[in-house]
């Protein structure tokens, strides 16, 4: 296992509106894990607050990994463990403003946006500026390619479409916003034609990607209270368009299916999030602001199961890890994973940074060719395959259709 040392390693303090109360997060349950981890090749980058983290994401091509960090650094990696820790990086590239987004690539360019609202395209091939385009504020949420454009949303309220070749600017469109809000921005949802967004409003919008003509508009939260802050309802985690339903999670609302083409609301459950959920052929996967992990049938609305020995374990954004499991990372830096059909934790691993131990702030974990990559706030890239453990190899020789065939992953993170 090799460390390479990339940038000037920084912690940033900042504030933040995200969600945060103290409380006790649950002991774990004693496990003897069928999984191990092995460190495959790990990056140290810039260290930072997790919240600065929520519009960021790795991207992958066949042979290469691109991702960025809030102190401006953008990095594309070889995903295959190299013989010299100097090859490890094909290129790196530090920008003036912090990256608030992305990267997200389109054709041979890579896209992110900062926090000083530029949207900026390099070219995959060396990290040069291929375009730079100036917005209004912060660009917060993931680009989105569609058609041929970039759809982004500004912390003030807009959306914008950009030329994705040239970044000229085809159309902006405004939204009124709260005078509180979580710091974070759910990502633009694309299908079909039509782009889908959460508001902090507890509204949800359909907009025809031409033009950013409103299709429909629903409240699907209405906020009570008598301050701003209990009248916060973010829709933050990213909404899901499948067999012509939209699924939709709120802060402090609900869990909704509705008509992707008319707004109509399917059904709706009381639960509240703010963190990407996933959905398969069965089910929705979700973590409420509890922690409690969440499987929800996708056509009726009809709870599942509940599981609930993770509860305040700060658990990241839930993953389908393969046919059978789901993977999830909490707060403490441990990967967790757990049946599908019943919600029980089947395996365990601990995340470790560096040489002096471990990370206790796991950022973002994405799984790309049966790798697991996972960014933590310690500024760790750390690239993992997932095996068998020694004891499960050694008792289940003979068993190669067991947990040998089930390490694999094979679903890649649901945006």
């Known amino acids: 296992m090799r460390i390479l040392f ?57 042979k290469a990994v691109y991702f960025a960090t ?32 992305g990267p997200t690539i389109y054709r041979s360019t890579v896209i992110v946006g900062t926090s000083k609202g530029q949207v900026l395209a390099v070219n995959q091939s060396d990290g040069s500026q291929a375009w730079m385009t100036q917005l209004t504020s912060e660009v917060l949420s993931r680009p989105i390619i569609a058609e041929g454009k970039v759809f982004v949303r500004t912390v003030d309220g807009k959306v914008v479409a ?27 949802t694309y299908a079909s034609g039509k782009l889908f967004l959460g508001w902090e ?22 906020p009570s209270g008598r301050t701003d802050l209990e009248r916060m309802v973010d829709i933050q985690a990213g909404l899901i368009v499948k067999d012509g339903r939209l699924f939709v999670l709120g802060y402090q609302g609900k869990l909704l299916a509705m008509n992707a083409n008319t707004g109509n609301l399917y059904w709706s459950k009381e639960i509240s999030g703010f963190r990407n959920f996933v959905v398969d052929d069965k089910a929705l996967y979700l973590v409420d602001e509890n922690d409690l992990l969440t499987a929800v049938d996708y056509v009726n609305g009809t709870q599942l199961w509940q599981q609930q020995n993770f509860k305040y374990r700060q658990l990241r954004n839930i993953k389908l890890y393969n046919d059978t499991q789901l993977l999830v990372a909490d707060g403490l830096g441990y990967l967790h994973w757990i049946d599908k059909l019943d919600g029980t934790p089947v395996a365990r691993a601990r995340h470790g940074s560096g040489y002096l131990g471990t990370s206790e702030g796991i950022a973002r974990v994405q799984i790309a060719d049966q790798q697991l990559y996972v960014l933590d706030n310690d500024g760790y890239l750390t690239v993992y395959q997932v095996k068998p453990a020694d004891w499960y190899q050694f008792n289940h020789s003979n068993d190669p259709q067991g947990v040998k065939k089930s390490v694999t992953p094979k679903t890649k993170e649901i945006q």
């Open 201 to 222: 409003t507890g509204q949800v919008q359909s907009l025809e990607s031409k033009a950013g003509a409103l299709d429909w508009q629903t409240q699907v939260i209405v």
């Open 70 to 101: 809030p102190k401006g650094g953008l990095i594309k990696a070889h995903k295959a463990n190299q013989d010299r820790w100097q090859d490890q990086v094909i290129w790196q590239t530090r920008f003036q403003a912090p990256i608030a987004s």
């Open 6 to 62: 990339l940038f000037t390693v920084l912690t940033l303090v900042g504030c933040s509106s995200s969600p945060k109360v103290v409380r006790e997060p649950t002991p774990l349950l004693k496990m003897t894990s069928p999984y191990a981890l092995e460190k495959q090749w790990q990056l140290q980058l810039d260290a930072f607050n997790r919240e600065d983290s929520h519009g960021l994401y790795f991207a992958d091509i066949k």
């Open 162 to 188: 950009l030329n994705a070749d040239t970044g000229v600017k085809e159309w902006v469109v405004e939204h009124n916003l709260p005078n509180l809000s979580f710091r974070g921005i759910a990502p633009i």
